[in-house]
Nanobody
Framework: VQLQASGGGLVQARGSLRLSCVASGRSFNWYVMGWFRQAPGREREFVAAISRSGDSRYYADSVKGRFTISRDSAKNTVYLQMNSLKPEDTAVYYC???????????????WGQGTLVTVSS
């Protein structure tokens, strides 16, 4: 499966952005979908994941209550709605697809190219 992420940009603190990730190739519904992020000088970290059905959602503690992950099977797209953004949310955000993983980046089989989110104070 190929993943194409978009929607990043520059936003002020307390603002909002919505990231999108379109999947092509194999069936979108086969995969758990996740978002990760990587800030300069730091390791790539888990942000959020959503089950195949969309019924279950999982978040890192740092974004819980501010970010929402969702998926639209008709559009083969997963979204990350980010509200109340903070400067520490600044990172390159990656979408990923997994057969069976959830929180660990080595459990994900396919990765998008990343989209940069910059939050100014």
């Amino acid at each position: 499966v190929q993943l194409q992420a978009s929607g990043g940009g520059l936003v002020q603190a307390r603002g909002s952005l919505r990231l999108s990730c379109v999947a092509s190739g194999r069936s979108f519904n086969w995969y758990v979908m996740g978002w990760f992020r990587q800030a300069p000088g730091r390791e790539r970290e888990f942000v959020a994941a959503i089950s195949r059905s969309g019924d279950s959602r999982y978040y890192a503690d740092s974004v819980k209550g501010r970010f929402t992950i969702s998926r639209d099977s008709a559009k083969n797209t997963v979204y990350l709605q980010m509200n109340s953004l903070k400067p520490e949310d600044t990172a390159v955000y990656y979408c990923a697809a997994s057969w069976s993983g959830l929180y660990r980046r080595d459990e994900y089989d396919y990765w998008g190219q990343g989209t940069l989110v910059t939050v100014s104070s």
